[in-house]
């Protein structure tokens, strides 16, 4: 296997090589792979393929800004999938009944029920008024 490595080390050179799109990709045909002899999947087996077949595309490929672009949107989606505080920051921007405002003395965060037009916002806090559409 080590062997292995070096060579493929030494085609790789001028050309894009493994990042964390890759890396993903490796673990999924993995896990694709194991899943197709457990359970004898014919379709799991091309998908074993295509993914193979599509990991060395990008691994050999030459133009190395496209693969820079494909991984830099996988890492985006990613960080969405996987960063645990993105879902409740996700959840309350997609509030479609209130809308947050921040108070302009004190930076108090205000929920004001939405789609009402311009109103005057009174903070709780500081007891300053302040005009927001809302
Ligand atoms: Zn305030």
Do not use: W
């Amino acid at each position: 296997m080590n062997q292995f490595r070096e060579k493929v080390m030494r085609f790789m050179q001028g050309r894009y090589g493994m990042d964390d799109m890759g890396r993903f990709l490796m673990i999924v045909i993995l896990v694709c792979m194991v899943l197709s002899v457990v359970f004898q999947s014919g379709t799991l087996n091309i998908l074993v393929v295509a993914g193979i077949v599509y990991e060395y595309y990008r691994m050999l490929s030459r133009n190395i800004a496209a693969r820079y672009e494909e991984n830099q949107k996988f890492l985006g989606l990613k960080s969405r999938l996987f960063s645990k505080g993105a879902p409740t920051f996700q959840r309350r921007a997609a509030d479609p009944v209130n809308r947050v405002f921040k108070c302009p003395t004190c930076g108090q965060k205000v929920r004001v029920p939405k789609g009402k037009g311009k109103i005057s916002i009174h903070c709780p806090k500081c007891n300053s008024d302040f005009v927001k559409r809302s």
